[in-house]
């Protein structure tokens, strides 16, 4: 999975000579936390809600604020910002954002900004990568190092019908063991679990998945 898939298109920028209070207003007009400083169609820094609110203090008298409020927002964004590319794998952006401590990263190409990808999309990424909020049944299972519990598995699927609609490996589960995570779609899949265990496949945990008991 790529940035260029799951990243916002519709980018909100300011300027970095316009002032908090407009950088406050234009977040929540349309309810982000960051935007993108521009100037002279280059990217010059990003501002979040966290730096209009180290600018404007809540503790300061009402007389204060509003001489904060004019602030520049030059003056608390993040310059030069670390930027992402579309191409780039989504698992790296996200290992870049947790190693850097930071919530976003504009997307540029050719040196043009043409998007921003944030740890919500990220999170988004990761739950429709894995299936969340579909129906089927989450199956988790320990293998060894080689493939083939996953052979044996794939070829229970075909048997029975069922879709393996996301599956994910971790692999320091044990010492010996691999933590392998399918989630599977079908209408046997009762069936397709009974004849994991008789295979002898290790079945660590099975959660039936059904979206509307969450409604």
Not at 2 to 18: A, E, G, R, Y
Not at 86 to 99: G, H, K, N, S, V
Not at 124 to 149: C, F, H, P
Request: net charge negative.
């Amino acid at each position: 999975m790529f940035v260029k898939l799951w990243m916002q298109k519709d980018v909100v920028t300011i300027s970095p000579d316009q002032t908090l209070a407009e950088a406050d207003a234009m977040m929540l007009q349309h309810h982000i936390r960051r935007l993108l400083v521009m100037q002279d169609g280059e990217l010059v820094g990003i501002i979040g809600r966290e730096d209009v609110w180290r600018g404007i203090p809540a503790s300061c008298d009402e007389n204060t604020r509003k001489m904060a409020a004019s602030s520049k927002v030059q003056a608390y964004m993040s310059q030069h910002p670390i930027t992402a590319n579309p191409m780039d794998p989504l698992e790296d952006i996200a290992l870049e954002m947790r190693r850097n401590k930071i919530g976003a990263m504009p997307v540029l190409e050719d040196g043009q900004v043409i998007g921003i990808i944030t740890e919500s999309d990220i999170f988004r990424a990761l739950a429709e990568i894995l299936g969340a909020g579909r129906n089927g049944a989450r199956v988790e299972l320990k293998i060894g190092q080689d493939i083939k519990e996953i052979l044996q598995i794939v070829k229970l699927c075909k048997q029975f019908n069922v879709r393996i609609i996301a599956i994910s490996l971790y692999q320091d589960f044990t010492p010996e063991h691999q933590l392998l995570t399918i989630r599977f779609e079908g209408d046997e899949l009762d069936a397709l679990i009974d004849a994991l265990w008789q295979s002898g496949c290790q079945v660590n945990r099975v959660i039936r998945c059904d979206p509307t008991e969450n409604d």
